[in-house]
């Protein structure tokens, strides 16, 4: 019996073992099947995602060159170094090599080991040795990102053409931000898988798009040239003590920029700790009363309108009445009996308010917009400003201003539209559209094969005749051959003209500030160049004659010389 109750009880034990092992079974079976069927694509992603990482492929911006291949700017590599204290392994002989290489103190790589964060940055933006530094390391829970960087080789010197690029990888300002998008270039992708300690695996992507990298520029812009023009703009501001001041340097025939310079400036190495006022290109987007200079585009509107001719003859007595305004003349005197050849040369405000309301309002501002004046010049740098012109009809427009805006006063434009404006007539009559980019080069990223946009100038419009724009040039040389001498340069014929603007305050024109000026193209007969100069508040002389005109000089000499533009009895005798 007790054999007998003992096997029972040993048979009721077996059969629930029995029944136990067939429900584990079932329930690790059908866990089985849940994870392995219905949990699958889940388990898979979060498998994928333990196992990958996505990683984005920053797109190389493109390079900006000179016209004759300089680097003005160009991507280098910089480091960002960064820990996962949960990954790290090497305490303090990790903490002391990192401290040796980042310059750093060791009890603040130790504060990040120590960190409860996952992720703990340790130094931002360090060069591409110290960053390759410690990679080598390959410690673990350590990471080193690699940072685009943008580096411009020459500084300041064209820090207004070509602008800046933030730390977020965005272009302003310039070429830089006119062009941001063609300079991009487009972000690529890749999956890879990482180890333990949170590091790449050095195995083959396990999914791959490449970046593309960004359209490379190369500037219509001279370097040598933006010397030239930087350092005669340097000593001017220097010798006539002027507070800041403007050159630009174009070629009239085609409407490339050849030097843009504007000083104070910045380091766009630095641009971070410059002044925010002098980031944006003062020759597109700064607003001032160009003055005499001016005179220019009366005088064509005036000879292509059939109003006036070379020897038309105006009895100046030294003031003129223009709706209900009394216009005089800078040194305050009447001439008597002059010509309008003599009235450019003099730079007559009286004759310049008798042509413009000789002509009347409706021809008069025709003309200014035929030259540009009022709206963009759509030139290819960031910031332009259009300018200001108030037009008849405007509820701020007065009569007066017919007078006043015949010689430059009343009415504002920026450096880029008085120079293009003025190129029109070095141009033969024809107005062109500025522009700073000359190529545009990309590349495939698969075939490393380059494709070249070269950009060709653009005509925008007839402002004036040809025969006009001959005629105004004979008159222009004259103005500097018998007025604005110190801007003559032995052997060139020199066509320009002297600006001296006041300076508007909130209560009227100041008593003693001006900005001097100075607008000049040569050789006369086959204008190569045409420069503007513009100096803000000199003191040594308030005269753009005395100021702009000497340092027009000094750029046009070395011009002549760079240029190799050969005097013009020797110019002229070589032709067939």
């Known amino acids: 019996m007790v054999f007998g109750k003992g096997s029972t009880i040993y048979s009721r034990r077996l059969t629930l073992l029995v029944v136990c092992l067939v429900v584990a079974v079932t329930v690790i079976a059908g866990r089985l099947v849940y994870y392995q069927i219905f949990m699958h694509d889940d388990l898979e992603e979060w498998y994928h995602e333990q196992r990958t990482w996505e990683k984005t492929i920053p797109a190389e911006r493109g390079d900006i060159t000179d016209v004759n291949g300089h680097l003005l700017a160009l991507d280098t590599i910089q480091w960002d170094v960064s820990v996962s204290p949960p990954l790290v392994i090497g305490g303090k002989d990790l903490a002391r090599n990192l401290s040796d290489i980042l310059s750093i103190p060791q009890t603040t790589v130790l504060t990040a080991f120590d960190s409860d964060a996952p992720w703990y940055p340790l130094a931002k933006g360090v060069g591409f040795e110290v960053g390759e530094s410690v990679r080598a390391l390959d410690a673990g829970g350590v990471t080193c990102d690699p940072i685009p960087h943008r580096y411009y080789p020459e500084g300041s010197l064209l820090a207004h053409v070509v602008g800046i690029v933030n730390t977020t990888g965005v272009g302003f300002y310039g070429v830089e931000g006119y062009y941001d998008q063609t300079l991009r270039g487009i972000e690529g992708h890749k999956t890879v898988e990482q180890g333990p300690n949170g590091n790449e695996l050095p195995l083959l992507p396990i999914e791959e798009i490449l970046s593309e990298p960004g359209t490379s520029l190369v500037l219509t812009v001279d370097r040598n040239i933006q010397f030239i023009a930087a350092q005669e703009l340097g000593k001017a501001l220097e010798e006539y003590k002027a507070e800041s001041g403007t050159v630009l340097i174009l070629d009239p025939q085609t409407g490339a920029i050849l030097a843009n310079v504007s000083y104070p400036s910045f380091d766009p190495n630095d641009f971070v700790h410059a002044d925010p006022e002098l980031l944006a290109d003062p020759a597109v987007s700064d607003?001032?009363?160009?003055?005499?200079?001016?005179?220019?585009?009366?005088?064509?509107?005036?000879?292509?309108?059939?109003?006036?001719?070379?020897?038309?003859?105006?009895?100046?007595?030294?003031?003129?009445?223009?709706?209900?305004?009394?216009?005089?003349?800078?040194?305050?005197?009447?001439?008597?009996?002059?010509?309008?050849?003599?009235?450019?040369?003099?730079?007559?405000?009286?004759?310049?308010?008798?042509?413009?309301?000789?002509?009347?309002?409706?021809?008069?501002?025709?003309?200014?917009?035929?030259?540009?004046?009022?709206?963009?010049?759509?030139?290819?740098?960031?910031?332009?400003?259009?300018?200001?012109?108030?037009?008849?009809?405007?509820?701020?427009?007065?009569?007066?201003?017919?007078?006043?805006?015949?010689?430059?006063?009343?009415?504002?434009?920026?450096?880029?539209?008085?120079?293009?404006?003025?190129?029109?007539?070095?141009?033969?009559?024809?107005?062109?559209?500025?522009?700073?980019?000359?190529?545009?080069?990309?590349?495939?990223?698969?075939?490393?094969?380059?494709?070249?946009?070269?950009?060709?100038?653009?005509?925008?419009?007839?402002?004036?005749?040809?025969?006009?724009?001959?005629?105004?040039?004979?008159?222009?040389?004259?103005?500097?051959?018998?007025?604005?001498?110190?801007?003559?340069?032995?052997?060139?014929?020199?066509?320009?003209?002297?600006?001296?603007?006041?300076?508007?305050?909130?209560?009227?024109?100041?008593?003693?500030?001006?900005?001097?000026?100075?607008?000049?193209?040569?050789?006369?007969?086959?204008?190569?160049?045409?420069?503007?100069?513009?100096?803000?508040?000199?003191?040594?002389?308030?005269?753009?004659?005395?100021?702009?005109?000497?340092?027009?000089?000094?750029?046009?000499?070395?011009?002549?010389?760079?240029?190799?533009?050969?005097?013009?009895?020797?110019?002229?005798?070589?032709r067939p």
């Open 287 to 574: 607003m001032w009363e160009p003055g005499s200079i001016f005179k220019i585009i009366t005088w064509a509107a005036a000879l292509d309108s059939g109003t006036i001719s070379p020897g038309t003859t105006f009895y100046d007595e030294g003031a003129l009445e223009v709706g209900g305004r009394i216009i005089r003349n800078w040194n305050r005197l009447g001439n008597g009996l002059v010509t309008m050849t003599d009235g450019l040369v003099m730079s007559l405000n009286t004759v310049a308010a008798f042509i413009s309301t000789s002509m009347g309002k409706e021809t008069f501002y025709t003309y200014l917009r035929r030259f540009g004046f009022g709206i963009l010049t759509d030139v290819d740098l960031q910031s332009e400003g259009p300018g200001m012109m108030k037009l008849p009809g405007d509820s701020t427009w007065f009569p007066s201003e017919l007078g006043t805006n015949s010689f430059g006063q009343g009415i504002a434009v920026t450096p880029m539209q008085m120079i293009v404006a003025v190129s029109a007539v070095a141009n033969y009559g024809t107005l062109m559209k500025p522009y700073a980019v000359h190529e545009l080069i990309s590349t495939d990223p698969e075939t490393g094969e380059e494709h070249v946009v070269q950009v060709q100038p653009m005509v925008v419009r007839r402002a004036v005749s040809q025969e006009t724009a001959q005629t105004l040039t004979d008159m222009l040389v004259e103005v500097v051959d018998r007025g604005a001498t110190l801007a003559q340069v032995p052997g060139y014929r020199i066509a320009g003209k002297t600006g001296t603007a006041q300076v508007p305050t909130a209560y009227g024109y100041h008593e003693t500030d001006t900005i001097a000026s100075f607008v000049g193209f040569a050789p006369a007969d086959d204008p190569q160049f045409i420069v503007l100069v513009k100096l803000d508040k000199p003191r040594a002389s308030p005269w753009g004659s005395q100021t702009a005109a000497p340092t027009f000089r000094a750029i046009a000499e070395r011009l002549f010389a760079y240029m190799q533009i050969p005097p013009d009895e020797i110019r002229v005798a070589e």
